[in-house]
């Protein structure tokens, strides 16, 4: 498939923003930063956290539609499946060994590999991607239950309340935005289909390459983020 600039800085300005909010995050747990309420329960961490996924996975839906449109096939889906299902593993590992109360057991990757397939799958619905979208975005809003708390449900989005996690991203509504973003992706190419295949500012130029290493930023930021925080706050201690 034929690289989109246009799409890869988009993607690429969604990762300078959860970059950012990452590394807040995480001066947060060094005790470098001291909100006034803990940023899991302050109103705008809340909604940074929201519009970044967000953007994210609406991106993903969009580069889903551009990817089916250009004939990718299963095999060549299913080998950029396997690199985030991976991916997935190790955030699972990692998490593990850093917070082996909390660790990550459905976070955004693992989200994603369930997203991708099904969005692979309902592609060819077409125009009632956008109901289905809202569907999947309402439902958690309008119905849950406690059976859904079960660690074997929770994944699904219909819980009474939050796992205790570092990262949780239910299938409920996320899966909607996603969706939202393959039906958006398909609009474009019957109505706009240059509009992501236009050339970009050359000062705009990293954030296309961000972009199309997005997988790698993402599985890297994290722990360089904890190892330079790490070496400062040694450093301080001993200054």
Known sequence: MKRLDRLDALRGLAI??????????????????????????DAAWIVQRTLILGS????AGIGQAM????????????????????CALLVSL??????????IAFGV???LCVMLVLGRLLAPL?????????????LPLLWRHEAFNA????????????????DYVPLLPWVGVLLAGLAAGQWLLAQRPRALAGGLPRGLAPLTVLGRWSLAFYMLHQPLFFALLIAWTRWRGMA
């Open 109 to 111: 990757l693992h989200a």
């Open 126 to 138: 077409r125009g009632a991607l956008w109901p289905l979208a809202a569907a999947a975005i309402a």
């Open 94 to 103: 990692g998490s593990w060994l850093v917070f082996p109360r909390s660790w």
């Open 151 to 166: 660690p074997w449900l929770s994944w699904i989005g219909l819980v009474t309340r939050k796992p205790v996690t570092e």
């Open 16 to 41: 300078v923003w959860m970059a950012a909010y990452h590394f807040a995050f995480d001066l947060n747990h060094f005790g470098l930063l001291q909100p006034r309420q803990h940023p899991n329960e």
């Open 67 to 86: 990817a089916a449109a250009s004939g990718q096939g299963w095999a060549r889906f299913g080998r950029r499946w396997a690199q985030v299902a991976g």
């Open 56 to 59: 994210f996975l609406f991106i």
